[in-house]
């Protein structure tokens, strides 16, 4: 029987492809011409495509008010990417068995994958019963003992109970509330049930509205999204993948039980071969659908060219961003193979707990404050802008707490004075602010920076990657290591010129190949090329995500005594003479001159300076506070960048006396002024 493409697809089930469907009628009718993506293809009538995968494309969306269509709202298309986050509205319409629910809704291995839906009934099974209204989690479909079933959990008193209800299973089952924020393209892939359209609330007004977007100014309302599918399939004589939209004026008939469908290629994606067995490599495989970008190796993925692929396995890589301040930082997935070399650049910590996070027994931490901070205790130490200190261990401290003593967690540290070292101790719940003071002049492989220190961790290329033809990373101003990852990897090379191999990603690379029936004729592979991968913003979030779910997070900062006053300003105690020496066990070299990029950043950081507190002069005294700490913040950093042309045969950093002076000046300064105008004030009351 036939039907529309849009229709039969609608009602296809994932699991019942690949499909053979054969064109009936339509405007493309006999030789016509049908483009797609660049690809110019023929839909003749009488003609047969394997149907081997669909995704959904785009949104067709309306604006959705009291339970209907808004009849002023004309219908718009949304790509995926459209900004925005969104709740999904529940389906009120019922689904009569679990197998509608398996066949229509998404259920899969990750957090999306877990759908929850109730009862109108309750549920007798062989020792459990399930209440009508309980809200019951899908997490998988498999076969148990023969028989299809669903794999479910039910929480009670904060317990968890797992079952498995069998697909034949009838009844009559709701959607679950929702209070979830998603993107579209989460909602396109995960939370729209095939068949049906899905009604979803806006949750985040959108920032960057201009007058082409397709919705209305302001708009908070809800919207009825009806998708739009792109169909992959191949046709009997071509060695490529076709793409047709769902919505194509066509009709089809599926012909797949009376059709050879092993005389269609067989296209396997770059999971389908992961999945095969170990003893199946190496492999002689045909590109149906090359990767986009210009990046080595995927310019040479093109569409027709035959590739080995070696091997599978898992590979570590170190996951970093550009130390930018706007927001067009690059991410970047950097191998163990890295030949480059690392030097380190200093770090920002904004409490006390994370100075505790980051201390390593082999060189002591040295940090300068960036932020004041007043004690609400005796026992503890009142921090100024510019103190130094030398972290040293975490301990426990008694203070007097509402009329009586309390132990408090603390950090130990030694201040540096103008000729000695006091002992002080700063609260872990300390909200200050803190710069590193970088003394090691050694530069670092990749592996060495793994395993020495504790991510996240702040460098900059000193030697680039003479292996790779652009080292990217080598341009950046800074990078962050972030946080060290496992992925799926495949090594592959040309099958014609197998002169070095490449590392792609299983995960991230849109690949489409067939295999051949060719014996490989170097089972060894070839000198494998150290590639960096850069990767989106999505992508970057999508790492993070997932990788961090397998990490335990570290305990909460301590939390703040209520009924300590709030922190303020402390005026600083030393001269200015006394700021910035030198740590234990570092040679200081005071003869040394400034040299001309410091020179710069001093006149850089007093011009800054004294436009912020002109541009502030009518701003409340927490503003003018908060802009001296971010001009603090600069002006070290400018110092420290200042580092680089520093000559190699020192072990110190060499910090200018005069941008703490300065500091402190201004510091001081907005002080007085701060108290000024308050005491104006006052008097005007």
């Given at each position: 029987?036939?039907s ?5 697809i609608?009602?296809?089930?994932l ?13 493309y009718?006999?030789?016509?011409i049908y483009e ?5 293809f023929s839909l003749s009538?009488?003609e ?8 959904i494309?785009?949104l067709i969306a ?7 269509v ?5 219908k ?9 986050l969104y709740k ?9 068995s ?6 229509k809704?998404?259920?899969?291995p990750t957090?999306?994958g ?11 099974l062989?020792?459990?019963t399930i ?10 479909v498999e076969?148990?003992?023969?028989i299809m079933a669903?794999?479910?959990?039910v929480?009670?008193?904060?317990q968890?109970h797992?079952?498995t209800?069998p697909l034949?299973?009838?009844?009559e089952?709701y ?18 049930p095939k068949g049906?359209?899905r009604?979803?609330k ?11 977007s397709p919705?209305p100014?302001?708009?908070?309302g809800?919207?009825?999204l009806?998708?739009v599918?792109?169909?992959q399939?191949?046709?009997k004589?071509r ?6 939209l769902?919505?194509?004026?066509v009709?089809?008939?599926d012909v797949?039980?009376?059709y050879d ?7 396997l994606?770059l999971e389908?071969i ?12 045909q ?6 970008g210009n990046q080595?190796?995927y310019?040479?993925l093109?569409?027709?060219k ?8 898992q ?9 930018r301040?706007d927001?067009s930082?690059?991410?970047y997935?950097?191998?163990m193979?890295?030949?480059g070399k690392?030097k380190?650049?200093p770090?920002?910590?904004?409490t ?6 980051v201390?390593n027994?082999?060189?002591h ?7 004041a901070?007043t ?11 510019g ?7 975490c301990q426990?401290?008694?203070?007097l ?6 132990l408090?967690?603390?950090l130990a540290?030694e201040?540096?004075?103008s000729?000695s070292?006091k002992?002080?101790?700063?609260p872990?719940?300390?909200e200050g602010?803190f710069?590193?003071?970088?003394h090691?002049k ?5 592996s060495?920076?793994c395993k ?5 961790f702040n460098?900059?290329v ?8 652009k080292?990217v990373?080598?341009?950046?101003p ?8 496992t992925?799926?990897?495949?090594l592959i090379s040309s ?5 070095e ?5 299983v995960y991230?690379?849109?690949m489409l190949?067939?295999l051949?029936?060719k014996?490989v004729?170097t089972?060894?592979?070839p000198?494998t090329?150290t590639?960096v991968?850069?990767?989106s913003?999505e992508e970057?979030?999508m790492?993070r995500r997932?990788e ?7 305990p909460r900062?301590?939390k703040?005594?209520t009924?300590?006053p ?5 005026v600083?105690?030393q001269d200015?003479?006394d ?9 200081v070299?005071t003869?040394?001159k ?6 710069a ?5 007093q011009?800054s ?5 002109v541009?502030?002069?009518n701003k ?6 908060t802009l ?5 913040a600069?002006g ?13 045969e020192?072990?110190y950093?060499?910090i200018?006396?005069n ?13 007085i002024?701060?108290?000024h ?5 006052r008097r005007?009351?």
């Open positions: 029987m036939a529309t493409l849009q229709k039969f609608h009602s296809l089930d699991r019942a492809l690949p499909r053979v469907l054969q064109i009936q009628s339509g405007i009718c006999q030789d016509s797609m993506f660049g690809n110019e009538t009488e047969v495509i394997k149907v081997i995968g669909f995704k494309n785009k309306s604006i959705w008010k009291n339970n209907e808004s009849q002023f709202s004309a718009v298309e949304l790509p995926l990417n459209f900004p925005g999904v509205v529940a389906d009120k319409t019922p689904y009569v679990i197998e509608e629910i398996a066949r809704v998404s259920i899969g957090r999306f877990h759908p929850s839906f109730y009862s109108a009934k309750d549920i007798k062989e020792n459990f209440k009508h209204d309980e809200q019951i989690t899908f997490n998988s076969e148990v003992h023969g669903v794999n479910c959990v929480v009670r008193n904060n968890s797992s079952f209800l034949s299973q009838e009844g089952f959607e679950c509330e929702d209070d979830q924020m998603y993107t579209l393209k989460e909602i396109a892939e995960w939370k729209i049906r359209n009604i979803v806006l949750s985040t007004t959108l920032h960057m509205w201009d007058s082409s919705l100014q302001n708009f908070d809800c919207l009825i009806m998708p599918y792109e169909v399939a191949v046709m004589f060695k490529d993948i076709i793409h047709i769902s919505d194509l004026d009709e089809v008939k797949t039980d009376h469908i092993s005389s269609f290629l067989q296209p994606s389908d992961f999945e095969r067995t170990s003893k199946e490599f190496p492999m002689v495989a590109i149906m659908e090359g990767p986009s080595k190796p310019n040479l093109s569409t027709g035959e590739i080995v692929i070696y091997k599978k396995y590979a570590a890589r170190v996951l970093a961003s550009e130390m301040s927001s930082k690059r991410h997935l950097i191998p193979s890295y030949k690392f380190r650049r770090r920002e910590f904004p006390a707990y994370d100075l505790e996070i201390r027994e082999k060189e931490l040295h940090v300068v404050a960036t932020k901070f004690s609400p205790h005796k026992e503890l130490f009142s921090v100024s802008v103190d130094q200190f030398l972290v040293q261990q426990t401290s008694e203070v707490y509402e009329g009586g003593k309390k408090i967690d603390v540290c201040q540096i004075l000729d070292y002992k002080v101790l700063l872990m719940y300390m602010g710069v590193e003071v970088v090691d050694k530069q670092y492989h990749l060495e920076i020495e220190f504790h991510l996240p460098v900059k000193s030697v680039r990657d003479l292996s790779i033809e080292d990373l080598a341009a950046a800074g990078l962050q290591f972030e946080e060290e990852i992925d799926s990897y495949l099958a014609s010129s197998p002169v191999s490449w590392e792609i990603p991230r690379l849109h190949v067939h051949l029936n014996n004729q089972v060894a592979p000198v090329r590639t991968e850069e990767v913003e970057y979030y790492l997932y961090n779910l397998t990490l335990h997070p570290p900062p301590p703040k005594p009924t300590a709030p922190p303020t300003f402390a600083p105690k200015v003479s700021i910035l020496q030198a740590p234990k066990n570092f040679y070299d003869t040394r400034l040299c001309s990029d410091q020179d950043a001093v006149l850089e950081l011009v300076c004294q436009n912020d507190l541009h502030c002069e409340d005294v927490t503003g003018k506070a001296v700490e971010t001009t603090v600069k070290l950093a400018r110092n420290y960048e200042a580092e680089e042309d520093e000559d190699e020192h072990d950093s060499y200018d006396e941008i703490i002076e300065n500091i402190r000046k201004v510091f001081h300064g907005t002080s002024r701060n108290e105008t308050v005491s104006k004030g005007d009351i």
